[in-house]
T-cell receptor, first 112, second 112 residues
Framework: DGGITQSPKYLFRKEGQNVTLSCEQN?????MYWYRQDPGQGLRLIYY???????QKGDIAEGYSVSREKKESFPLTVTSAQKNPTAFYLC???????????FGSGTRLTVV | GESVGLHLPTLSVQEGDNSIINCAYS??????FIWYKQESGKGPQFIID???NMDKRQGQRVTVLLNKTVKHLSLQIAATQPGDSAVYFC???????????WGLGTSLAVNP
């Protein structure tokens, strides 16, 4: 079955460490997105990529980095520069701007 | 409008009643709208979409109404069930890159 997979589901990070969240899709979608969601709040766009080897900053990119070396993969690194990284992170992909997004099941990151 | 970290409004309904969730948009040129459902701890799931050449679209127990005159969108859920308890987001592609702009979201609580 086609879909979008995020891993791990839960992640714990010590202060000062970088961590990388995985996002893989086998839907043959061109565009991929990373969102952050805080408890009881909406979605905020971190980074997005409309094509391989290209990505753009979203609304809250500071403290995060991404790469898009393959169409199927769009990993997100939460760096030590992100001062408040504890949140639920969602990855999504879309075939084109004419359609909506397919979301992964999310990664819950906690700083300990 | 775009989520800016505000807390979600809540709608509470009795099981079996109809639910109406509202969304306003600001761009009169918007041509496509999508409703998503997000259950606790999961990624958003597509429910239904509508294009601007339509006023109404029906799915299974859900209906979306689009009023372009007042730039208003609503999601109606018939015979609301406990499994409908979730956060509901409206979204629209916007800008030159047509990335999705997300509404704040509404939390629907179904009382047995």
């Amino acid at each position: 079955d086609g879909g979008i997979t995020q891993s791990p589901k839960y992640l714990f990070r010590k202060e000062g460490q970088n961590v990388t969240l995985s996002c893989e899709q086998n839907l043959n979608h061109d565009a991929m997105y990373w969102y952050r969601q805080d408890p009881g709040q909406g979605l905020r766009l971190i980074y997005y990529s409309q094509i391989v080897n290209d990505f753009q900053k979203g609304d809250i990119a500071e403290g995060y980095s991404v790469s898009r070396e393959k169409k199927e993969s769009f990993p997100l690194t939460v760096t030590s520069a992100q001062k408040n990284p504890t949140a639920f992170y969602l990855c999504a992909s879309s075939f084109s701007s004419l359609y909506g997004y397919t979301f992964g099941s999310g990664t819950r990151l906690t700083v300990v | 409008g775009e989520s800016v970290g505000l807390h979600l409004p809540t709608l509470s309904v009795q099981e079996g009643d109809n639910s109406i969730i509202n969304c306003a948009y600001s761009n009169s040129a918007s041509d496509y709208f999508i409703w998503y459902k997000q259950e606790s701890g999961k990624g958003p799931q597509f429910i239904i979409d509508i294009r601007s050449n339509m006023d109404k679209r029906q799915g299974q127990r859900v209906t979306v109404l689009l009023n372009k005159t007042v730039k208003h969108l609503s999601l109606q859920i018939a015979a609301t069930q406990p499994g409908d308890s979730a956060v509901y987001f409206c979204a629209e592609p916007a800008g030159n890159n047509r990335k999705l702009i997300w509404g704040l979201g509404t939390s629907l609580a179904v009382n047995p």
